[in-house]
């Protein structure tokens, strides 16, 4: 069925007035708040929401909705919302409109990621099948980019890993179709498990050889190459058991870094790890190095 979607401008401290209204009052079907002046929010602690000052609303209505009635109530309510526009959207099945818009990638020479709607050439390139979903990690970003293009360039043959922070598995795929032997791919998230679970059965991968599971019960036995794709404040504060769980001679890959937490992560890791690199892609680093035998 068409809907009529609703856009304004509005700010931190009555966005959840607005949205009130649009949903108790209105039957708003969905409400979704995005950046008004390009400010990212990086880092939030545990159990933290947080939200930009200048924000962007966007609410979601049935066809039939009086619209009019809507702005009306919104402009007497006296709530701080300009630039308010109105659209009907048709109906379109929104997983393949956005499908529409993903199309193969390559990182490095000869590493792909296909989507499913995507013909797969019969070549000697190495190829992942991967669409986007919930979980972090489809190659579009940065981070992810600069992990690939590392093992790419670094194929992990006959190596074992961990990919901590596994979000789609995509890292952990790749090694896997890159040569590694055996990886453990965990993450805090249950979903990021579940959808690394997914896109290893997608990729023809044996279950076996990916194993899935939450940090605090994953295998503890040091690995050839640790991979991490998360943010650098968990990275600093995990250091020392990367250290522990990196078999001397191993490699480290790390990313989610800014170019300005750079130096606090070498700091963390130069004790740990030699041969202390940076690779760089837009605002993001990514630190690569090996595990001090000592």
């Known amino acids: 069925m068409p809907w009529k979607q609703l856009k304004c401008h509005t700010t931190k401290s009555i966005v959840d007035d607005i949205s009130h209204l649009l949903e108790e009052k209105h039957g708003c079907l969905s409400v979704t708040y995005q950046d008004a002046e390009d400010k990212p929010v990086l880092e939030p602690l545990p159990g933290e929401t947080p939200l930009w000052d200048e ?62 709607n995507h013909q797969v050439p019969d070549n000697t390139d190495t190829k992942i099948l991967l669409d986007p979903g919930l979980a972090f990690g489809t190659g579009t970003h940065p981070t992810t980019a600069l992990c690939l293009e590392w093992l790419d360039a ?56 990916i194993f899935t599971s939450f940090p605090e019960a994953m295998d503890r036995t040091p690995v050839d190459l640790m991979i991490a794709n998360i943010l650098s404040g968990p990275l600093t504060e995990l250091a020392l058991e990367f250290a522990a769980l990196t078999k001397p001679q191993g490699y480290l890959v790390l990313s989610g870094i800014l170019h300005n937490q750079e130096d606090n992560i070498l700091s963390s890791y130069e004790p740990f790890y030699e041969n202390l690199q940076i690779s760089r892609k837009d605002d993001w680093s990514c630190v690569q190095g090996v595990r001090r035998t000592q």
């Open 55 to 116: 924000i962007i609303l966007t609410a979601l209505f049935e066809e039939d909705v009086n619209i009019n009635a809507i702005v009306s109530d919104i402009k007497k309510a006296n709530l701080a919302c300009s630039n308010i526009s109105i659209e009907d959207l048709a109906d379109q099945t929104w997983e393949r409109s956005w499908m529409e818009n993903y199309h193969p990638m390559q990182f490095g020479k000869s590493l792909w990621i296909y989507p499913s």
């Open 154 to 209: 670094n194929p992990p043959k006959n190596l074992t890993a961990i990919d901590y922070g596994c979000g789609s598995g995509v890292l952990a795929i790749a090694a896997v179709k890159l040569g590694a032997t055996s990886i453990v791919a965990t993450d805090i998230d249950e979903q990021a498990l579940i959808a690394t679970q997914s896109n290893v059965k997608a990729n023809d991968i044996p279950a076996e050889t």
